[in-house]
């Protein structure tokens, strides 16, 4: 009795250990500091296209509000304030989302950064909206990725999109 209860607690061990170990969207950071000593955390889940197409079989759905990630939304989080196209987005943590307008993203910083998905973001609690111009990038990522430079250029990358803009 006692080696089969061994038996089934190795069992569910091993599975909940491989379960974790192959997350469709593990939890992921990208992280950067600026020449004048600011520091950007993105905090975010990565999902895989796994052959799916942007837009129409996996999000962002033209539109639409984004969570610009996977799972809980996406938390951007500065160290100072900083400016984003001219215009100041104070120091803190800052839900992340985005909405595809096709040739234009909106790129929304919402105050409520602890929240599942976009499910319950309230449009009253952006604390700041910018527009960017979309492009292709130089190649294919197959998982969602973020990446910030010292030089302030935050990029979000996925297939053949990218999405960036700058953080002085």
Request: net charge positive.
């Amino acid at each position: 009795m006692k080696r089969a209860f061994s038996i089934v607690l190795m069992a569910v061990a091993l599975f909940t250990g491989n379960a974790n170990a192959q997350k469709p969207s593990p939890a992921a950071t990208a992280t950067g500091t600026l020449a004048n000593g600011t520091v950007i955390t993105i905090n975010y889940s990565s999902p895989a296209l796994k052959g799916r197409v942007i837009g129409k079989d996996v999000e962002p759905m033209a539109g639409k509000v984004w969570r610009a990630g996977a799972n809980d939304a996406t938390v951007f989080e500065v160290s100072k304030d900083v400016t984003i196209s001219g215009k100041t987005l104070p120091a803190g943590k800052y839900g992340f989302f985005t909405i595809d307008n096709g040739n234009e993203w909106t790129l929304i910083f919402n105050k409520t950064w602890k929240q599942w998905g976009a499910f319950n973001y309230k449009e009253a609690d952006d604390q700041l909206r910018v527009n960017v111009k979309p492009s292709q990038a130089a190649s294919a990522t197959e998982r969602l990725t973020y990446t910030v430079h010292p030089n302030g250029v935050v990029s979000l990358n996925w297939g053949t999109l990218q999405v960036s803009f700058t953080v002085k």
